[in-house]
């Protein structure tokens, strides 16, 4: 074991320069400099998400949520953020996510500031970068420029990978949006600080496959603990269960990897990672070393350049919820 691991580290550098991040000429490092009057759009943002983890530490995962589930589907240009009966707001995969009121918030702020100067889908972007640094996280830089769609369909959000997507699909769909296996994997580290509902994990606890039996993958002490506790049999409420261990839940950090190597992935597609054999020892590497900071800072300033709109494209909102 201990002499592939030079080799594994190898890999993982290798994996990484070749994610490093080429946005868009348009894109750019302090991009709203000198653009907000005497205000700084950096210090707004900072302060609203500074403000609201106070007392909602929450957030961050909302903030990571959103962010993925906006990028990934056509792009960062915010459409998530859109209202409407047939937006991607109301598309089955996307119920749950939260965070619309903060940026509604920041919105306002910088209109105030400066009207029609900064994108929706450049705060998304900006407040995830603050609130992972706020919450144990890496602090890293991120460019900004983009504009804002004016497309959003509740199909679009089709492409989301599930919870219980195999690991060959899941790397499949994210080699689509141009984003390699070790990429998924770093970013599936964002569930470090994510929860999810006891419907969702029912039948890994008590009827996997059509067995009646738990997901054999699944540490069987664990599975008594959530089927015990969390996720009894016949409860009145479809109650909240965290991804990663519940004494590191709203800090971002390299324990949801452990979690895993100790069989304790909550979701089908978590455990899943830890076990299939392309990606089993990018779970370790990441479990047993100190680069996921670095990595997922990586990873996501890679997820946020996708697609993104920029110079006469798209337009700047007043609103985040609708078009102008």
């Given at each position: ?12 550098f ?5 994610s ?36 909602d ?13 906006d ?14 009966p ?70 679009m959000?089709?492409i989301?990978p ?14 689509k ?35 009646g ?79 996921f ?27 985040c919820?609708?078009?102008?």
């Amino acid at each position: 074991m201990q002499p592939a691991r030079p080799a594994a580290l190898l890999a993982a550098f290798i994996i990484v320069l070749a994610s490093a991040v080429s946005c868009r000429a348009q894109l750019a490092n302090s991009y709203y400099a000198g653009k907000c009057g005497n205000a700084s759009v950096e210090t707004i943002i900072h302060d609203a998400v500074k403000a609201r983890l106070a007392w909602d530490k929450r957030m961050v995962a909302g903030l990571l949520h959103l962010l993925f589930h906006d990028c990934f589907v056509a792009g960062c240009d915010a459409s998530i953020l859109l209202d409407g009966p047939n937006t991607e707001k109301t598309a089955l995969q996307n119920n749950g996510l939260f965070g619309y009121d903060l940026i509604d918030d920041i919105k306002t702020t910088l209109e105030n500031a400066c009207p029609g100067v900064v994108s929706c889908a450049d705060i998304i972007v900006a407040a995830t970068r603050d609130a992972v640094g706020m919450c144990g996280g890496p602090i890293y830089q991120v460019q900004l420029g983009r504009r804002d769609g004016m497309v959003s369909q509740a199909s679009m959000a089709s492409i989301l990978p599930g919870p219980n997507v195999d690991i060959p699909t899941a790397i499949d769909l994210f080699s689509k949006k141009g984003l390699n296996s070790f990429d998924m994997a770093i970013l599936m580290g964002a569930h470090t600080v994510g929860v999810t509902h006891c419907s969702v994990i029912h039948n890994r606890l008590y009827n996997f496959n059509g067995t009646g039996l738990p997901d054999p993958a699944m540490d069987p002490l664990y599975v008594w603990i959530l089927s015990t506790f969390a996720c009894p049999q016949g409860q009145a409420f479809d109650n909240i269960v965290y991804l990663d261990d519940p004494s590191s839940i709203l800090l971002v950090d390299k324990s949801y990897y452990a979690q895993i190597m100790k069989r304790h992935g909550v979701l089908s597609v978590d455990q899943a990672l830890g076990d299939h054999s392309s990606t089993a020892w990018m779970v370790n590497f990441l479990a047993t070393t100190d680069f996921f900071p670095s990595m997922f800072s990586y990873a996501l300033n890679k997820l946020s350049a996708l697609d993104v709109l920029t110079g006469n494209a798209g337009e700047i909102r007043r609103n985040c919820r609708r078009t102008n």
